[in-house]
């Protein structure tokens, strides 16, 4: 069996950095206690780290204030209180087609229960969302835009400052999707941002599953869609209105929060530039190379100032079976299919099988590029000394990777 070359990194980043694993070890190890329950050493230490975690995830997403970013057990969730925490009935909501059924299926869900109307506005064949599209498809009733700020799939931007803008003049609510580029995109902010901001911890912030943001301007105000336990205010039956308190009931998963404060400060020391260019330059590499391979298309333009992926499929074989051919005969282990994202297939014409992912993390190297561009050549049938190598001149080891 070839090396492990792990290419998923828009499901889950892996590696994590070090200092993400020492601080969930500690927090196992070390912290005798639930965040927020407590008045003891251990207690305190608990309640560092949640703050810690909170603090950290309030300067991804530009939040002056820190209590207003929840601490949620993933996006998925997250999407969840944005989306039924703030509807009411009767409203006109818009997504897009390249959003994550993370964001489709509730608003969906609520649809189907006609509690709602939504439209999904069109994106073209790499997963651009035209703007114009957006404010044409924008009604009366309309008051709120969901929208993932890259598309998992083939990691096209969407210009979220005008889309923030459309919604904003319009008095409706914008909530950013923000799962694909936290941590490898820096998010809009200031005048530009959106409303609401969800993002996964798991992915480029480096984190592990488990924690994830939440953050909403003051005065958006979703409702709790779980009660329970909160460390606070405990002789009200009623939810404490405290933003934090009111979306974060049960007890955390300190060693997911350790995490997620470790990798975005992991994030922050690499910076999110150099991870991006080292991420693209990798993807670029790739994309280039098996573009000069007949049978091969390419998904998307290569957005260079998205996250980095690369969709792609390949003539004649179901993408599931590339990904199982790719990991056979290099170890490069791919994701293939819809990527819970079935709208934007349509859009780039890749409905029935979906496509193969790739994505590059912090730690891929050249050597990934070219395991992937000779095993893609070999399933096509053709010598890999035919391919230009992508990486013809020495190349810089990034300084995380030393
Ligand atoms: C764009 C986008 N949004 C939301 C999600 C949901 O994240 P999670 O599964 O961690 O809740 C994902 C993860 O695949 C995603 O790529």
Redesign the pocket.
């Known amino acids: 069996m070839p090396p492990r070359r792990y290419l998923d990194h828009?499901?889950t980043s892996w590696p994590k950095p070090e200092p993400v694993i020492d601080g969930i070890l500690h927090a196992l190890r070390d912290v005798g206690a639930a965040a927020g329950r407590g008045i003891h050493a251990d207690a305190r230490r608990a309640d560092a780290i949640r703050a810690g975690a909170r603090a950290a995830a309030a300067r991804i997403v530009g939040a002056d204030d820190p209590h207003r970013v929840a601490l949620v057990t993933?996006?998925?969730l997250g999407?969840n209180v944005a989306i039924h925490g703030l509807v009411e009935p009767g409203w006109h909501v818009l997504a897009t087609a390249a959003d994550?059924n993370?964001?489709l299926r509730p608003l969906q869900w609520l649809a189907d229960r006609g509690m709602i109307e939504f439209d999904v506005v069109p994106c073209d064949a790499t997963g651009r969302v035209d703007p114009d599209d957006v404010a044409k498809a924008w009604r009366p009733t309309t008051r709120m835009l969901v929208f993932?700020h890259a598309s998992?799939v083939t990691g096209a931007l969407q210009d979220a400052a005008t889309l923030a803008r459309i919604a904003r003049e319009r008095g409706g609510l914008s909530v950013l999707?923000a799962?694909?580029t936290a941590g490898i995109v820096p998010l809009p902010s200031g005048a530009s941002a959106t409303d609401v901001v969800v993002a996964?911890g798991?992915?480029w912030l480096q984190g592990t599953?488990g924690a994830?943001v939440l953050f909403a301007r003051a005065g958006v105000e979703p409702r709790a869609l779980v009660q329970g336990g909160t460390g606070t205010a405990s002789d009200d039956l009623r939810m404490p209105e405290r933003f934090v308190d009111r979306l974060e009931a049960g007890t955390p998963d300190l060693g997911a929060l350790a995490g997620l404060a470790a990798g975005i400060a992991w994030v922050e020391r690499q910076g999110i530039g150099a991870l991006a260019d080292h991420g693209h330059r990798l993807g670029s590499a790739c994309r280039q190379a098996l573009a000069t391979l007949p049978g091969v298309r390419l998904l998307g333009s290569g957005d260079a100032k998205g996250p980095p992926i690369v969709g792609f499929t390949v003539e004649g074989y179901d993408p599931a079976d590339v990904a199982a051919l790719l990991e056979q005969i290099a170890g490069v282990q791919a994701r293939a299919g819809l990527h819970?994202a079935a709208l934007i297939h349509r859009h780039l014409g890749t409905a029935g099988g979906g496509s193969v992912r790739l994505g590059f993390g912090p730690f891929n190297t050249p050597g990934d590029v070219r395991a992937v561009v000779a095993a893609v050549g070999e399933i096509l049938g053709q010598p890999d000394s035919d391919f230009p190598d992508p990486f013809p001149i020495p190349t810089q080891v990034p300084p995380w990777q030393e």
């Open positions: 828009p499901a993933g996006a998925t999407l994550h993370a964001t993932s998992n999707d799962s694909q996964a798991h992915k599953e994830a819970c």
